[in-house]
Nanobody, 114 residues
């Protein structure tokens, strides 16, 4: 069974940066099928960033120009670099395949607040 282990979240001030990491337990999951999701309190989980191919990516409009998804394929690890963070980025962040598998990791909490 595939497991996703997210880390790197924390409390950061507006304008700050964080780098999230996600280790995928199984090499059966193509890393280029992975993406980052987030769920804010009282809201539905949304896809934030994903790989479209080996050379292209997708970002939801609210994070374009601020977030960057990249990977270390040899370590089966996906990252999300988040810059210029805003309070509205506060959420629990998850990685999963796109479309998602039924199994989710525990996520990592990102709180942007002064």
């Amino acid at each position: 069974q595939v497991q996703f282990v997210e880390s790197g979240g924390g409390l950061v001030q507006p304008g700050g940066s964080l780098r999230l990491s996600c280790v995928v337990s199984s090499f059966l999951v193509n890393v280029y099928s992975l993406g980052w999701y987030r769920q804010a309190p009282g809201k539905q989980r949304e896809l934030v960033a994903r790989f479209l191919s080996t050379s292209s990516t997708y970002y939801t409009d609210s994070v374009k120009g601020r977030f960057s998804i990249f990977m270390n394929a040899a370590q089966n690890t996906v990252y999300l670099q988040m810059n210029s963070l805003k309070p509205e980025d506060t959420a629990v962040y998850y990685c999963n395949r796109v479309p998602s598998l039924a199994t989710w990791g525990q996520g990592t909490q990102v709180t942007v607040s002064s």
